[in-house]
């Protein structure tokens, strides 16, 4: 399958969010970038693929938590999320979030992880974050890579890609700054999972 | 759509709240949501006992400056995961936090805020906190413009910082 070049990834976004800023109030949901936003949504909502897909990590990974973590119109992808626990020595845990975002505005997805430590009194660090998951998880992420591939037949985010600008665009769910095409076609802050 | 009269009611409840008097230099900030004006639509459902769900809802909060009494409205959205690794998110405790964060973060810039800014600035910066402090408390949770279809809509009135 031919990857997406810049300039394709470019005119998704241009198709998606109207030309403005990401400081404001409200929504012009007039316009046409916001309806096919909104119908891109609306489409992934019901997509039996996914509820699909989310049965068969289920069952590729028994006995471990696999949740729907999408956050429905305040971002652009759906997400589920595999919980892998190790525990440690001193009555601590690593807590590893393994998940994978499906771009809802172009077949596209994102295989990433966060890790976390809990300590053995309950008190927790701060997740790091992985664009790429670490090697100590790699067959659990290539057997998500396989179901995301095989099921809904999507293609990785070109993560050299992720940090170009899509200046003057009104992306709808950032709070002000400069969006990339990681934020327009995935999300901001994908480390943010529950 | 929530109902106008049920609005107004739950407007003068909370208007009848206190901030605090300036001395420091600050804008008095008057007025609070309180939980149940998050009247949450759940959008994903939870699966079994897994870290997963969605519940969310819009928020339309009226800011009226108190030196010239005039208006603007700052639009939110709000949600929160149903459970996350920490264990279950109950609807009293996303709206009791959803609440008391929004708060926070409303006096927080609003008490600095300099005279003449503008409300998207304030939107946005006011946004930009709830974001952070919500999701420090209930990791997966997030607040951006309300950018969702068919969730509920809730309005009501906090009135602007007045400079003392």
Redesign the interface.
Known sequence: MRAFTRAELLRIAHDHYPPGS??????DRSTPEFQRF?AA??KA?TWERWASL?GGLRAAFPGL???????????ACLRC?V?LERPLPDGGRV?T?LAGAVSVLAPLYLVYATV?HIRADGTYSR?RYFLQPPDAIKPHAELLVQHLEWELDYRPFPLELANVPVPSRCV?????GEPSLLDALLGR?LD??? | MRAPRAWLLAGLLLLAASGQSGCTGRNDVIGRTTPEHFWFKT???Q?E??????R?VCIHARITEGDSGAT????F?V?L?L???QGDIGLRTAQRDAAEMANRAAYRVLSNARRGEM???L??EF??LY?LML?EK????????????GIETVPFDIPRPSKP
């Open positions: 990401t400081v404001f109030i409200d929504i909104s949504w609306k909502m989310l938590p696999v949740g729907n973590v999408t956050q429905p119109g305040m971002s999320c919980y807590l979030r976390q997740p709808y769910f950032l709070n002000g802050d943010n999972l529950p | 959008t994903v459902e699966s006992a897994q870290p997963s769900g969605w969310a603007s409205v700052c639009k959205e949600g995961p459970r996350n690794g409300m998207f600035t939107c946005s946004k930009t974001d999701r209930h990791p997966g949770a997030l607040v951006t413009a309300c950018v969702s279809d």
